[in-house]
């Protein structure tokens, strides 16, 4: 005997499958949900503003990007008078002054503040080139963050950078 109209038991198969088709979602998004990275992964690797306004001339402030030590260095124009007057060839790492800061805003340095001998933290000012010191090993960057002296097999490194505007950087 079959019947056209739905039985009780035709009801409770499609409201036992919709059932579990509701528990399979609520039991596949927090599987899906753990697979994401977690807040402080994401915060670690996102980029940072930095405000350039409260930095004096002739001030290098370290901030923290990646878990990198980054300075940014407000020169003044005899430090960069000084940087330009290089002669670049004479440097274990040839490079100008103009390409290792954005243009139009010569006076902002921004470097990884990571010596390239062994990953020791340069101290500012410091050093016969008025630029950073490596109290480690004794390598010596001048004021465009170039090696002059020392162990150092190259100039200290840049980070990706932007300025946003001519008193605000974006690193990263």
């Known amino acids: ?27 596949v998004i927090p599987l899906i949900d753990q697979m994401n990275p977690d807040a402080s992964t994401i915060a670690a690797g996102a980029p940072i503003e930095v405000d350039l306004t409260p930095i004096a001339e002739g001030q290098v402030i370290k901030v923290f990007w990646r ?27 040839p490079q100008a002054d103009q390409a290792r800061v954005k243009p139009g805003h010569d006076q902002w340095l921004v470097l ?17 080139f008025d630029g950073w010191f490596c109290p480690c090993h004794g390598s010596q ?4 963050g170039r090696v002059r002296r020392g162990p150092a097999p190259a100039n200290l490194a840049l980070p990706p950078y932007t300025f946003l505007s001519d008193s605000k950087i974006q690193i990263g």
């Open 141 to 144: 960057y001048d004021s465009s």
């Open 1 to 27: 005997m079959s019947s056209a109209e739905p039985t009780r038991r035709d009801f409770l198969y499609i409201s036992t499958a919709a059932l579990a088709a509701v528990a399979t979602v609520a039991a």
């Open 67 to 93: 878990g990198k030590p980054i300075f940014i260095s407000h020169r003044t124009k005899k430090e960069i008078e000084e940087a330009r007057d290089v002669n670049v060839a004479s440097l274990p790492d």
């Open 112 to 128: 990884i503040g990571i010596c390239t001998h062994l990953g020791c933290i340069p101290l500012a000012h410091q050093g016969d």
